[in-house]
């Protein structure tokens, strides 16, 4: 089967997706797509044009082999001797055009050819290994424990904590549920993973709670923070503002899942008739929730780029048009990876005057209202620096 674009993801979420236009197409699925893990199969996602519309194609299977476009095949394609050519015209049409396409079999024994292939099959990309793309980055002695929960009422907030073992922190879904992703050391995730799921329910309610210390007060240096600030901005912190505690979680409503915590980025986002996103081609520390952002960044370039390419006739497979989004997504993530880098290893480390540094930056951060107002600017992917710009 040939067509125009194949998306590679982890899950079976495409049931949900309609006949739209290229451009919102690209956008949902690759949202949808970028960095799911724990799945149990990878799906293909085949469009085919068909008039102005695109029709899809779901092969829930895996990647067999993946071979792109070059001029041996070119050649190849076209070596058939005379008699042949004579005899299958259509079928030497055929071959001529496929081999300008990305070939990929795939375990059910599909064969599907297309323009280009978006890799979003998550940090162990397949994808990106059948291509051979080359990565850089270490491992943390962290793991995170992943599930989702339902609370005793709506959860509207995104909550975090930070604990001497890592941050947890729960990421609303709708209603009264929440994703969890808790970093602690791999012994710690191992024993969680395991206790009960009452048992565990505990743990979470106590770590949100007070469980490893006093509720924070408001201390002196708030007080002075927000008097030296107040005149800045309209929108700084009071010392009025109370601790507050997330909605208590009541019922654990899936698996629990552990997986070891690193830091990966890809040596290339793209090749002829390839284009990686979200966590297939960088992975960052989950500390600051920024790995969601950074894919719907690089779905909505790549989106941009597929586009702007249709609506000038351009390949959208082609290695110069793709190198648009590259460069577009790869300094920006770069710059995350780094900074979120540095958040952790400073959160590693308790060293007496590294803590008062740390702790007169976020009092910075909270009381400066421009400041704040940049760093959530840039958090967001609206802005390129955190800084005053």
């Not at 125009?4 to 993801?9: E, G, M, R």
């Not at 790869?330 to 590693?348: E, I, T």
């Amino acid at each position: 089967m040939s067509s125009l674009i194949c998306f590679t993801c982890m899950g079976l979420h495409w049931t949900r997706i309609h006949k739209v236009q290229c451009k919102r197409c690209v956008q949902r699925i690759s949202r949808m797509c970028g960095g799911e893990q724990g799945a149990l199969q990878l799906t293909f996602v085949a469009f085919t044009e068909q008039k102005e519309d695109i029709e899809k194609m779901i092969y829930p299977a895996r990647l067999a082999s993946l071979a792109f476009p070059s001029k041996s095949r070119q050649g190849a394609a076209g070596m058939n001797s005379p008699s042949t050519e004579a005899d299958s015209t259509s079928h030497t049409s055929e071959s001529l055009r496929r081999s300008n396409l990305v070939k990929l079999d795939l375990s059910d024994g599909h064969t599907l050819y297309s323009k280009l292939v978006v890799g979003a099959d998550g940090s162990k990309s397949n994808v990106r290994q059948t291509a051979g793309i080359k990565t850089s980055g270490w491992n943390y002695p962290q793991s995170a424990i992943i599930c989702t929960v339902e609370h005793i009422a709506e959860n509207d907030c995104a909550w975090q904590r930070f604990l001497p073992s890592g941050p947890l922190a729960l990421l609303p879904i709708g209603d009264n549920f929440s994703n969890i992703v808790w970093t602690m050391s791999p012994e710690e995730a191992s024993r969680h993973k395991s206790t009960s799921p009452e048992d565990f329910l505990k743990s979470v309610n106590h770590a949100l709670d007070f469980g490893y210390g006093p509720h924070p007060n408001s201390s002196s240096l708030d007080r002075y923070m927000e008097r030296l600030f107040s005149g800045i901005g309209d929108t700084a912190a009071s010392t009025k503002e109370c601790f507050e505690v997330p909605p208590k979680a009541i019922r654990l409503i899936s698996e629990r899942m552990a997986f070891p915590l690193s830091l990966m980025h890809s040596h290339d986002y793209v090749s002829k008739g390839l284009a990686l996103v979200g966590d297939a081609a960088h992975t960052v520390h989950p500390l600051a929730g920024q790995g969601v952002n950074l894919g719907f960044g690089d779905a909505a370039a790549l989106a941009n780029v597929i586009s702007e390419g249709v609506s000038v006739g351009a390949d959208i497979g082609d290695l110069s048009l793709l190198s648009r989004y590259e460069k577009d997504r790869k300094a920006a993530n770069v710059a995350m990876a780094a900074v979120l880098d540095g958040f952790q290893k400073m959160y590693s480390v308790d060293f007496g005057p590294l803590n008062v540094l740390r702790a007169a930056a976020f009092h910075g951060a909270q009381y400066i209202s421009p400041l704040k107002k940049n760093i959530i600017s840039y958090a967001m992917g609206d802005r390129k620096s955190p800084l005053f710009s």
